[in-house]
């Protein structure tokens, strides 16, 4: 089992840049897929990034790619996400989650293991 604690959300202008991070707990980080999802009120939660268990493959919704990037610190148990040229509707509540195998990465419901959240508020 792993627990994940995510951190860095803020508010930020549209245009800016900011760095999420979630750190687990226990000595098996490298053995999980991680993800970035998100939650807009009254939406429904989105997948935003996958990362590999060693960082070499990564997948990311269309609508952050080329703007977002996922990466991890498996010495430090943690997994990031930079995000670059923030537009309001990247507002969200932000979850990492965690898996064992490398498939269907954009499905929440995959994932076992989630963080409380951090929210991300971009103003225009």
């Known amino acids: 089992q792993v627990q994940l604690v995510e951190s860095g959300g803020g508010l930020v202008q549209a245009g800016g840049s900011l760095r999420l991070s979630c750190t687990a707990s226990?000595?098996?980080?490298?053995?999980?897929?991680m993800g970035w999802f998100r939650q807009a009120p009254g939406k429904e939660r989105q997948f935003v990034a996958a990362?590999?268990?060693?960082?070499?493959?990564?997948y990311y919704a269309d609508r952050v790619k080329g703007r977002f990037t996922i990466s991890r610190d498996n010495a430090k148990n943690t997994v990031y996400l930079q995000m670059n040229s923030l537009k309001p509707e990247d507002t969200a509540v932000y979850y990492c989650?965690?898996?064992?195998?490398?498939?269907?990465?954009?499905?929440?419901?995959?994932?076992?293991?989630w963080g409380q959240g951090t929210q991300l508020t971009v103003s225009s």
């Open positions: 226990g000595r098996t980080f490298s053995s999980y897929v």
């Open positions: 990362i590999s268990w060693s960082g070499s493959s990564t």
């Open positions: 989650a965690a898996k064992t195998p490398w498939d269907s990465v954009y499905t929440d419901t995959k994932y076992p293991y």
